[in-house]
Every structure is written in structure tokens, then in C-alpha cells.
């Protein structure tokens, strides 16, 4: 019973995680994309918009 439990436990765990990351990858790509663009250092040599959408992409996937 404890096993059927912690399995429960963890499916619900994971669902969450994977919401919470969706969510994540859904706002690069709309409504929080100058948010993330203002996280990225100076330093990296590519188009802001370019890095985000990517990433936004591969954080929705």
C-alpha cells in the first residue's frame, strides 16, 4: 500500500514539475519574453530574441 503511495506521490510530483515548466515555456515565447531577454548576459554574442525563443521552445517541448 505504501508503494501504490509513494508512486501517487511522485506521478503528482512530476505533473506539477512539468506544469510549472510548460508555464516557463510558454512566457518566453509570449507575455515574459523581455523578462527572460534581461536575464541573459551581455557578454553572450547572439540575437536576445533569437536565444529566447529557443529556449522557449525547448522548455514548452
Known amino acids: 500500500m505504501d508503494r501504490d503511495r509513494d508512486g501517487a506521490a511522485r506521478t503528482l510530483g512530476r505533473l506539477a514539475l512539468g506544469g510549472v515548466l510548460a508555464t516557463a515555456g510558454v512566457g518566453h515565447l509570449t507575455v515574459a519574453r523581455e ?3 534581461a ?16 529556449s522557449g521552445v525547448d522548455g514548452a517541448l
Open 39 to 54: 536575464q541573459i548576459p551581455p557578454w553572450i554574442p547572439l540575437d536576445l530574441d533569437v536565444l529566447v525563443v529557443a
Open 35 to 37: 523578462e527572460f531577454q
